[in-house]
Structure formats: structure tokens, C-alpha cells
């Protein structure tokens, strides 16, 4: 199963949606920032296989966490969320979700971005 990295600076967001993907049987790593998320990936970087993250957070924003880890990791599935834009600013670049989103919905992109991974 793949291990997700969750990042969101919403403390509630962010233990709402690990509690979820460990009850799918998904490892969780979370972060509450991109700075945090980067030590974690670099600690970790052949058990991560997916990132979540919310795109508008202090020091670093989503985009710019995933084109970090990208550049390291090309292959990585990165979905971003956000309540703030419709992912049009994103230019396709990476998988999004608005805000609000079902856990349903949540699960639901993570286990296709997961078994396209494993299909790739």
C-alpha cells in the first residue's frame, strides 16, 4: 500500500484526513508546513509515494513543495487542495480538489493516483 504524505497547516484538516487514509490501510506521514514536508520526504524518499498537500500555507505553498519534490522525485503523484483557488492558477501541473471535499471524494483520488503509480 503507499504511503501518503499529508501536508495541510489546519491542524483539524490534517488529522481528519490521515485518521481516513490510515482506515483505508494507507502509511501516513504529516506535516503541518512545506519546510516540515521537505525534511520528511528527504528522511523517507523511497517510501513516499504520494503527495497531498494544500497549496496555500506560510513559508512554502503547495505548488512550490511539489516542484521541490518533483525535481527530486519525477514520478511522485502530487494532489493539491484548496479552498482559495479553483486550480486553474496550477496550469495542469498537478492533480486538484477543491475545498470543500468529502472523504469519499478524498479517497477516491488518492487510490486512483496510487494504482496509476503502481500501473506506471
Known sequence: MTTVL??????????????VLQQEGFSVFAAECGTQAL?????????IGLLISDVVMPEMDGPSLAAKLKAECPD????LMSGYCDGEQLNNNF????????MSDLLARVRNLAQ???AA
Open 116 to 118: 496509476r503509480r503502481a
Open 76 to 79: 511522485l503523484p502530487v494532489l
Open 39 to 47: 525534511s520528511l520526504f528527504r528522511s523517507h524518499p523511497d517510501e
Open 95 to 102: 492533480e486538484f480538489l477543491a475545498k470543500p471535499f468529502s
Open 6 to 19: 499529508v501536508v495541510d497547516d489546519e491542524p483539524l484538516m490534517r488529522s481528519m484526513m490521515t485518521q
